[in-house]
């Protein structure tokens, strides 16, 4: 399914902007090959024709008769291909992990008798807002009140915050997918799209799935980005008769073990994904054990199996952990087992701070391909006023180091700092897969 968001299209119109700096040093670089060439051919044209004249000066003259002259025509002419404008075209994506609605969350953005959570992303938005496309994964619902942990629903505005911010899809394929029944589910990709922001992974309805093929394909910049989602279960809840449409699974005994890998119908989406020959694929997952650092045997399979059938980025979610990132540069492929909580209670150890992956994918005009050409991540912490004696707010975490170092006039508290500076370190620790 083809997804077009104006305000993508204007980012992406300013990314370009912005890019055209970077590629200024290659497209001289390219402009000093072809003169020096030039100059170089030149050259050698012209040694050759002296040579020739001078050989034609020592040879003794000849008396040769007429000859005739045949006629002039036309030699036969090939159109050369028309090379795109630049070589190469360069997109950024940023991703990050779980937004769970909870009674802490729905509260942070209370105030004065409504809600408004503008000042939670104020600071990520700087990240959020600069890359072409980015995505989170939304562990709750947009149903209306109550909100809070026992409906799992928040305040329509939270879904316009995280737009405000920058974001521009949502994974629902999640546990809480269904948590508000298969009704529920409908109302939330409603809502979702009416703040702006495109859901994956699940859908209102079986012509839904069928029109998507159970996936989404997002232009962005002239290339195409596949994005899939699947969960590994629905909360330990069976989906209704009739209702298998409406999210994408990884097992088939999802509400149980999670040991029996669907593997019929995972392929099948990514078959079909496929056939649209996209110029990248990426897929989301909700997958492995809450507050466990351990991939399992069977994460490790699904992986396998997605690489194989074309997924060239997994970006992996449920945890609540930061977990490691494997890149493959020589295959171009990258796995993220779990980015962490984005935003959450943060009461937990080691749920208070997570990452925004950063990709970069490169096409290459001249053969059309496309690669990963380099990844990074921001670590961000979630403020709260037990640990960090401050508002709840997720924050980046070196840019909030920065200036409390500098004394800025908006710093964190000392306590705060010493907290984010243990969790920088923890995280440098897990994403390199020794945590």
């Known amino acids: ?123 990520v938005a ?4 600069q890359s072409d496309v980015t995505v989170l994964n939304l562990e709750g619902n947009l149903v209306g009140a109550p909100y809070g942990t026992a409906s799992a629903s928040a305040p329509q505005v939270l879904a316009q915050a995280l737009k405000n911010a920058g974001v521009d899809m949502v994974q629902m394929a999640n546990s809480y997918a269904v ?24 859908f209102s309805s079986q012509e839904e799935l069928e029109q998507t093929q159970g996936f989404t394909i997002c ?25 298998e449409y409406c999210v994408n699974l990884l097992y088939k005994d999802y509400a149980t073990t999670y040991q029996k890998i669907d593997e019929e119908g995972i392929e099948k989406v990514l078959k079909a994904v496929q056939a649209q020959k996209p110029d990248v694929t990426v897929a989301l997952l909700h997958w492995g054990s809450e507050y466990n650092n351990i991939v399992s045997k069977s994460q490790q399979k699904i992986a396998e199996l997605m690489l194989k059938n074309g997924v060239d980025a ?51 005009n001249y053969t059309g391909q496309t690669r990963i050409t380099g990844w990074d991540y921001v670590p961000i912490y979630t403020l709260t006023p ?16 920065r200036q409390y170092e500098n004394n800025h006039v908006n710093k964190v508290t000392p306590q705060a700092y010493e907290n984010m500076k243990a969790a920088l370190e923890r995280i440098h620790s897990r994403v390199s897969g020794n945590g």
Request: with cysteine.
């Open 1 to 123: 399914m083809a997804y077009e968001n104006e305000q993508v299209n204007e980012r992406q119109q300013q990314r370009r902007i912005q890019q055209q700096r970077q590629r200024a040093q290659r497209r001289a670089m390219w402009k000093r090959r072809l003169i020096a060439t030039a100059v170089l051919l030149v050259a050698l044209l012209v040694i050759v024709v002296l040579i020739a004249r001078s050989c034609g000066s020592d040879a003794p003259p000849e008396t040769q008769a007429p000859a005739t002259v045949p006629p002039v025509t036309q030699a036969p002419t090939t159109q050369l291909p028309t090379q795109p404008k630049e070589p190469e075209t360069v997109i950024t994506l940023v991703a990050g992990g779980d937004l769970n609605v909870t009674d802490r969350v729905v509260s942070s953005g209370m105030t004065g008798g409504s809600y408004d959570y503008t000042h939670v992303f104020r600071d």
């Open 126 to 129: 700087a990240v959020l807002s």
């Open 179 to 202: 948590h508000n029944g298969v009704a529920g589910l409908k109302t939330t990709l409603n809502s979702l799209r009416q703040a702006g922001l495109e859901p994956l992974g699940a």
């Open 219 to 243: 232009n962005i910049g002239g290339i195409r980005v596949a994005f899939v989602a699947f969960t590994k279960g629905v909360g330990s809840l069976g989906l209704p008769a009739g209702s």
């Open 314 to 364: 997994i970006i992996g979610n449920h945890s609540h952990y930061v977990q490691g990132v494997q890149y493959d540069a020589e295959n171009s492929t990258l796995v993220a087992w779990s980015l962490g909580d984005f935003f959450g209670d943060a009461t937990k150890s080691g749920t208070n701070y997570s990452i925004l992956l950063q990709l970069e994918f490169t096409r290459d």
């Open 386 to 401: 037990e640990k960090d004696g401050m508002e709840m707010q997720v924050v980046r975490i070196e840019e909030a180091m």
